[in-house]
């Protein structure tokens, strides 16, 4: 499950929902929530990114709503089993602290940002068109310390497709691509804390 070659970042990708039709249903909710609490598309967009996302409705979307209810438990399976592979486990449990779904417009873009203090990010794709929106992650060896090992490779675009789940740990830079294209790409986010076992 850990692509190591990403830039040696354990980064962790999989296909957790294979149904075109229960894709399709996820955006329709998606369409759905957009249109009732935003009156629209483009409406509540922020500004300089073009993109909406659900933190002014609930802080934790995955537990205050029952619209992506079905994908909690298949979440924290597969983050289990990211931190197993991290060797977390012996010393560390780990808490759900927030979710959310980002919509992103025509020409939306987001720039490069962390999730600190979280301890591990993630993300699943109901709708990732491709050359729309290209995930991509920031190269942590600097090249001004490390110009031996990144001269000329500062980020990795991540290939993702619709259904696709996606784990990082939260303190590497990522960002989106701005969307060439007028479609709608959405995904739903979260971020996971750790606390010592007792």
């Known amino acids: 499950m850990l692509d190591k070659e990403i830039l040696c970042i354990p980064i962790y990708k ?18 759905n929530l957009v249109v009732k ?48 592979e991290l060797r977390m486990t012996s010393k560390y449990s780990i808490q759900l602290s927030d979710s959310w779904l980002n919509a992103t417009s025509a020409y939306g873009f987001q720039e490069y940002h962390r999730h600190v203090p979280n301890t591990i990010s993630g993300c699943i794709y109901f709708s990732s068109p491709k050359e729309f929106g290209n995930f991509y992650v920031k190269n942590p060896f600097s ?7 990144d001269i000329f490779m500062t980020r990795k675009i991540i290939d993702l497709e619709d259904g696709d789940l996606l784990l990082f740990p939260s303190n590497l830079e990522h960002g989106v691509m701005q969307n060439p294209k007028n479609e709608k790409r959405y995904s739903l986010c979260f971020n996971f804390n750790h606390s010592v076992k007792e």
Do not use: M, V
């Open 14 to 31: 999989k296909k957790l929902i294979e149904s075109e039709e229960i894709l399709q249903s996820y955006r329709e909710k998606c369409d």
């Open 143 to 149: 090249y001004d310390q490390h110009d031996e090992l």
């Open 37 to 84: 609490h935003d009156e629209g598309w483009g409406y509540a967009w922020a500004n300089f990114c073009g993109s909406w996302n659900s933190n002014f409705l609930t802080n934790n979307i995955l537990i205050n709503s029952s619209i992506f209810k079905d994908l909690l438990d298949p979440i924290l399976r597969c983050t289990q089993e990211y931190i197993e």
